[in-house]
Structures are given as C-alpha cells and as structure tokens.
C-alpha cells in the first residue's frame, strides 16, 4: 500500500486535466442552454423594466438597489417567505423521519419484511402522478360544502348534518377548507410530504445499499442489535446521501409551487397564507403589469436566503463530505 | 369569473344532427396560395371546430383524417392551443409574440382584450383590408372594444354576448308559484325584489334549493353597471359605489345563507345546472348553448334538465364575454386573415348559416333580425324564443367601463370580498388590503 | 423466545403502518382509474370508488378527439424522456466522477458553482430564454427539452454524495495500475459499481422528465409534436366544458408508463453492487 501511495502522489498531478476534462461537457451545456437565464435574472434584478397592464414598455434602466428595496419593504416577498418556510418545514419534518424509518426497515436483513417489495412499489407511487391530478383529487375532497371531508363529518355529527343550513341556526356548519389559510397550508404541506416521502425514501434506501455488507456482518457477529447497527454504521456512513436530501429538499421547499398554485382557488382569501415566493415570481412576471425588475430581485433573494441555509447545513455534514473528498484526492 | 367566451362545436353538432341534411353553405373562394400554413393561436378548440365544419366546408377545402385543414389553394391551418388556466394562453401568446414565431391570427376575450387592441402586437382591419364601413352591421359595443386609442379597429367578433338571467321552470312554480317568464321577471326585476325573492326559495324549500349559485354571479352582473372603469385616465385607482353595494349585497347573502356557494366554474357550480341545488343562473348567449346544454344531464327535452329552463332580462342589463378575432402583427398572409374574419364576422349568409346550425347568438344584426322573423324557438328553454330577449338587451350594453386591467383586478377584489363576507376583515380593512394587492399587481397604478 | 415476541411486535408495527401508508398511496390511483370509467355529469356529483361503465365510451370520445393521438403523444413523450434520463444520467455521473476522483484547482468553485445554479429561481428569465431559443432556431424541436439535460446539477450532486459513500478510489487505482485509460476506468468499472444510484436517479428524471408541461408548452407549437402532458392539457383547456371522464382516461394513460418503468427500475435497487469491489 504504502509504495502504492507514493506512486500516485506523482501521478495525481498529470491526472488533473481528466478532472476539467470530466467535468467539460457538463459546463458547456450549461453555458449555452442555462447560462443566460442566470445572468439574465441578476442583470434584471438591477433594473426598472416591465410591460405595465395597458401594454407599454418600460425600460430597463439601471436603478441600482431600487427594486431589493422596494420588495423588502413593499409587496408580498416577506410574506411569502414565511409562507413557503412554514409549509416546507411542516411537510419536510415528519418526511424525512417517516422515510428513515421505512429504509431502516426496509433494509434490516434481520427483520426480513415480506412483501416490501410490493410496499416499495406502492409507498412510491405517489411521486409518479404530476402534482395538478393529485390537487384535482384534494380539491374534491375538501370542497364546500358538499365534499367527503364535510360530509364525513356531517356523518360523525362533528357539523350539522343538514350542510345548507343556516350558520345562525346550526352549532357548526360545513368548514371552507380551501379559504381557510391553515386549513390549506396543511393541506398542501401534507401533499407534498405524501407525494415525496417515497422519493426520499429510495435515495436513503439507494444510499444505504451502497455501504458495504461486510460491515454489518462483523457488527452482528460483535453482537450489535439491528438499532445499534443503524445509529453507528448507516447513519455516519450515508451523512453524504443525508446531506443531499436535505439540499436538495430545501431548494426543492423554497421554490415550492405546483401543489400550492393547483390548491390556490381563484379568488380565495387563503393566499395571503399559502402565496409562495415563485407563486409571487410568477404574480409579478406574469401576472398583471409585467415587472421584471422586482421579480428578479425576489429571485435573488430567495437564492441568497437558499444559499445561506444550505451552507449551514454542509457545515453541520461537513465531515463526511467536503473534508472526505480533500482526503480521498490527496490520497 | 375571469373570462369568457364562447360556444360550440360538439354541442352544436349534436343539436342539429336534424339539420344535417340541410343543403351546405359555400362561398366563393380566391385567395391567393402562399405555401406556407397559416398559424393561428387559441385557448380551445371551438374556433378550430369552426373552420372545420363551416368555413372549409364553404370554400371547397379538404379535411383529412388527422384533422388536418387543406384550402382549396393547398396552404393550410394550423392551430396552437393553450389552455387558458393558469394564464398559460397568454404566456405562450406572448412570448411568441415578442420573439416573433410564426403567427398570423390570434383570439382574444373580453377580459383582457384591451391589452391587446392597444399593443402594437395586432393590425388595424384597415391594414388587411377592411374598413369600417364593413362592420355597420355588427352590434356596435362589439366595434368599439376592438378600437385603439388612436381609433384604429383591431379586432372583428362573430358573437354579441348580452346576458340574461335562466331559471328552472319548474323550481319556481314549486317554490315561487310562477308559471310564466312574464311572472318570474316581475320575481327578479330588481335587485331589491331578487334578495327577497332569494329569502323566498331558501325558506320554501328549506335550503335544499337557492336562486343564485354564488355571489361571484352577481358581480358578473353588477360590475356592468358601474360608472368608471377600474383605472381612470390619470391611472387610479377607481372603486366605484357599485363596488361597495356588492361588498353589502354578498354579505347579506352570505349572512343569510341565500347562494348554493358554489363559486363560478367550480365542479359544484356546473354540476348545478343539472340538479335542483340552483335555480337560477346569470348568463350570456355563449353560456347558454355551450355550458348550459353540456351540463345540463341531458341532450333532448325531458332528458335531465334540458326543456326546463326559461330566459328572463334579470334585474339589470349586462353583457358577460365575447370573442374577437385579431390579426398578428408578424401576419405573414393578411388576405387570408381578411376572408376568415369576413366569413364569421362580417357576411351576413355565412353568419345566419352557422347561427342557425350552432345556436351561436351571431354580430349581425341583420342576420338575427332575419331568423327572429322566420319564427326563432329553442327547445332547451322550453320553446322559447330567447333571441328577442337578447336582441332587446344588446343596444343596452355599456363597454366604456372595460378596462385592460378587468381580468386581473376583478379577481383581487374577489379575494378580498370573500374575506370580508367569511367575516375575516371588516370592510375598511378589506378594501385598504384590496388597494394594497392592485397597486403591487400594478406599479403605474396608485391608490388614493 | 422474549427476542421473537420484540421482532414479532414490531413486524407487526412495521406491517401495520406500511399497510395505512399503501391505501393512502393507492387511493388517487383507484379515484383516477375509477373515474376514467364513469360520465362527466357523475364525476361532477362526487368521488366515487365503484367504477361506473362509461370505459368505452370515453374510449370512444378520446379517440374522436380532434386533436388527442394518444400514441404519439406517448411516442413523443418517451423520446424525451428516454434521451433526457440516458444523457442526465451519463454526463451527470461523469461530471461527479470528475469532482470526486481528481484534485483540480478549480474543483471547489466548479461544485459551488453547480449547487448555487439549483438555488436560483429563474422563472423571471424564461421568455428571454424562449426567445434565445427561437433565435438559434430550436422551437419546436425536442433539443431545447433534451440537451439541457447534460447539465443536471441535482443529479450530479447526488452522483457525488452517493460516490462518497459507495465508490472505493482503490479500485480506481488498481484498475489505473492495470493499465485501463481513466474513460475506461469510468465506464468499465465506476459506472456499473453506480447502479443502485444510476437506477433511482433513472426513475426520478424519467417521471420528472415525462411529467414536464411548462417548457414544452412554451416551447412546442405543432400539435403532431406534443408530448402526453401536453394534451392531457389540451383535454382541459375548455373550462367551460371539460370532459372529465375522458380526462380521467387520458391521466391514467399517462401514468400507465411511468408505473412500467419504476417497476422495470426498481429491481436493480439492491443490495450488494458494490460487494464484489470491496472484498479485495
């Protein structure tokens, strides 16, 4: 081993280049197809440019911090953050622990779960419907006043069963769901943790089968219980796959769109609380007068707010990853 | 409650299976080839089904299997269609437009018309050959949506979408005692009697039935009725006293609990139509043919709710919608575009053709006045013949209050006005958050 | 005998809970496949989990449809699809390959700078970017929703944290000492120890990939082009008189080849891929 070492030492310099090499096609892409879209956004966010409501152009001229200014103290951004934390953290929270759970078990030789194949399959599938059939199916069942949920109830005689009558004459009538705020962002936070807690599941499970058996049968042999085994063994070993459902599930969060935009009813007072940051993007590109400007700097923000929380997270990870493939190089 | 328009197709093939084999119209045909299709962009397929059915037919041009349009010169039609959810339409529309894809004709709705009649992205009909002059017989309010601040004409539409309101014929004479329209109008004539009349069926049939779906149907009515459009010339702001009476009027209803509370084009909504929650609905020509009879559980009399219905003015004039038809700037064969638009908007033969066949209430006073006099009936509302009624109401419609910002607003307003009837926000507060959401929607704008 | 009562408890936790989460998971499907067989007016009077005898009918109708082909829409949407996940996969797991096995100076920023483009919003851009499109001469052809896929950030990201965990550089070496070319050494032998992970990222981009309808509407005009998303949309566009039957039918037709894959897939999550290059 140790001549081994040395050996490469000298070599890994002349190996450099298949790193730029390796990496070449990737950037070149990116450049050409994605590249612009960047830069664009960051150009714009400097800018007061918008097509307003009676079809004029206006701009772009250059207006510095204008636009960051005006979002952090007028308009909807702020809101909207706090909207899309507060739906991601109550949908990501019990995801990320159901789907440990299931991979754990899942993957426990000992346990030996009949049938998870099936359940693998099934617990999936979810994530392979778009988001606007599933919202079509909630939507339904949480209508007013006459779908499953309310009629659920009016049958348990939570509400008054006859679901027309008067609010003055019944205790409780038939609940608006889609125009109650929390109702809604409950809603949508649970859709998103029913549609991915399949998908986060596999990668955990696709991140534990890469670790090599071995290890876990000398710690059977040492006589470490199936719990023991995960704490000390799967969980340090797979921190890399851990941090990348994290990243990626708060990118994925903070640009939350599809199942809130799908559950927003035209005209429901609910979305002052379930308005997401790219729903408010959208609003301010699409939406009425055309501004670019401000929509750009929302973006902005968003990445900054983004960036931040994900760089606390590789420092939390940080010793399995970056300090792992620093060692691994030098090697 | 945005949006509008429009009518036919499948429905109209199905209600005149028995005038299939009525002769076929044909028209004259001598445009010039230009090789290339020509494209044009909607948010259905009707206007497609249109050309199918009735203008390549007249003109001696080929349908093939796949659907696709041949004229009798070779070029071609193709259609680009995008939904109109979501705005996805317009998206598309636009950036084609800016980018300057192929495209030669476009449609547009009532509610955001406006934005483009004052673009540069559509061409003054003067510039494809049609003048003025041309469209004395369309129903005016029809003409001047289409003008530009310059008084430039830049779109042409096949239909006039005045309202009225429909009722189940047999939920009033149950609840109501009413036999007639004549009786029922005098139940609806105005807003005052309507409330009470809403009271009137709520409590005779004990809840299970209401008169109106919701109270985003009255301000499909009401917002016809203000005195300045949402954004005046100096860009305010404007809420008119029609603004504040609707806060009122769908507190009361709600208070009261007189509406099925079922928000327009919800599954609830439509599904009314063919059960006996409704009564009564607010709609315009399009609505009746297209929407009515699809929901309706039934295509003959006797059939779900088909033969049931009957038309009255309602409290109040309106209009709801409409269609029009634009050329593109980037419009690569204007004679074309000028001969599709004459067919569906301007000649009277072909408009009387399609109207009698789709049931479509067409822009040609003159055609209307024809099949009026020839004897008009509709056996969806029970033989009536709706067309006077509509014919009466036309003259009445005032567009002056349409604004390019209506699709937009009209839907924060009703954010804010759902808020304050669940009793979130009291009135002030509802109307300063209401102020708030135009003026972010749009900067040019202020508010007070 | 005290230690089989635990495991026994606690299979039947395991079994319970995973059962509560099948039925949750399968209701949409069975609402979805069940309304595909029932008329638009029931599916307007509510959910409904017995299936109505309208199949063919809306068969009929999907099939009248002037616009609707369902099998080029699935033709379509399986070639960009299929491309897409073939070059994401590929480019994906080279580019890690490359962040992962060599020491580069500018490796760090190159991996900043792939993390910072996930985290940027860029729907403010996307007309510039349709318009950039039309210049080169790409609308309306499927490069613009397949190329772009050489540079997936999420899937090289999750290639590297994966070859972190699974990818021993020993057997890099050793192959490098065999005298195997630094491609080959990629593909001969990093590629297949990958394939528990190029099998999940597999499903992932195809459904994501399948499932898209933003792009492709911006950037797809000719009806004989669109893909299944695409005209499952079309399907809807008339909210006045939306056939919800057929569009039922036409969903479940979507979804159909997304279930096939994920099965086809799924087999090769397993265990012990990397085994044979561990044990030296």
Known sequence: ?331 | MKRIASMVLAIAMLLTIGLAAAEAYTTDFDVPATGKPLVIYSWNDEFQGMLKNYYIPAVGGTVEDDGTMILPNGDKIEFVINPNDGGVYQQKLDAALSAGEKLDMFLMEADYALKYVNSDYTLPLSEIGITEDALKDQYPYTVDVARDENGAIKGSSWQAAPGLFLYRRSLAEKYLGVKTPEEMQEKVKDWDTFLETAREVAKASENATKLIPSNGDVWQVIRTKRESPWVNDDLELVIDDQVKWYFDFAKTLRDENLTANANPWSEAWNAGIGNDSIMGYFFSTWGIQWVMTGNCGGAAPGEGTYGDWAAVDGPQPYYWGGTWLAAASSCENKPLVKDIIEYFTIEEGSMKDYCLKSKDYVNNTVAIQNIIDAGFTFDFLGGQDHYSLFQAVTPLIDTSTMSPYDQNINMLMDTEVNSYVNGDKDFDTAIADFKNAVVDMFPEITAE | MKYSVRIGLKKALVYTVSFVLCVMSVMPFLVMFVNASRENYDIQQGISLIPGNMLKENMQTLRDRQNFNVARGMWNSFQVAGLSTVLALYFSTLTAYGLVVYSFRLRKAAFTLIMATMMIPTQVSIVGFFTFMFRMGLTNTYWPLTIPAIASPTVVFFMRQYMLTALPLEMVEAARIDGSSEFNTFNRIALPLMKPALATQAIFIFIGSWNRLFEPTMLISSQDKYTMPMLVALLRSDRFRTDYGTVYLALSLTVLPLIVVYLLLSKHIIRGVALGGVKE
């Open chain 1, 1 to 331: 081993m140790k001549n081994m070492a040395t050996g490469r030492k000298n070599k890994s310099v002349s190996y450099a280049r298949y790193g730029y090499l390796f990496i070449l096609p990737f950037f070149l892409v990116y450049i050409v197809f994605q590249a612009y879209p960047l830069i664009n956004t960051f150009y714009l966010a400097f800018q007061k440019y918008m097509l307003t409501g009676a079809g004029k152009w206006v701009g772009p001229k250059f207006v510095g911090l204008d636009n960051f200014k005006n979002v952090l103290t007028k308009g909807y951004a702020i809101r909207a953050l706090s909207n899309t934390s507060i739906m991601w953290i109550i949908n990501f929270i019990p995801q990320i622990f159901l789907a440990l759970l299931l991979a754990k078990w899942f993957t426990d030789t000992r346990m030996r779960i009949r049938g998870q194949g099936l359940i693998k399959v099934l617990v999936f599938m979810p994530n392979i419907i778009t988001a606007a059939s599933i919202s079509v199916l909630f939507y339904s069942l949480m209508a007013y006043p006459q779908g499953p949920i309310n009629s659920l109830l009016a049958t348990l005689g939570v509400i008054d069963a006859n679901i027309y009558a008067n609010p003055g004459t019944a205790a409780l009538v038939a609940v608006r769901f889609l125009e109650k705020g929390w109702y809604t962002r409950i809603a949508i936070a649970f859709i998103n943790f029913w549609m991915w807690y399949g998908n986060t599941m596999i990668v955990l499970i696709s991140g534990i089968l890469g670790i090599s058996p071995t290890l876990y049968e000398a710690a059977e042999i040492d006589g470490a219980t199936s719990g023991q085994s995960f704490r000390k063994i799967t969980i340090p070993l797979i921190k890399p796959i851990i941090l990348y459902t994290l990243v990626t599930s708060l990118i994925g969060g903070m640009q939350m769109y599809d199942v809130s935009a799908l559950m927003l009813q035209d005209g429901s007072p609910a979305k002052a609380m379930i308005q997401t940051n790219t729903m408010y993007i959208m609003e301010l590109v699409y939406s009425g007068t055309k501004d670019y400007g401000r929509g750009a700097a929302v973006s902005i923000l968003l990445f900054i707010v983004t960036a931040v929380l994900s760089l606390i997270l590789f420092f939390i990870l940080r010793d399995r990853d970056e300090n792992m493939v620093k060692r691994r190089g030098q090697k």
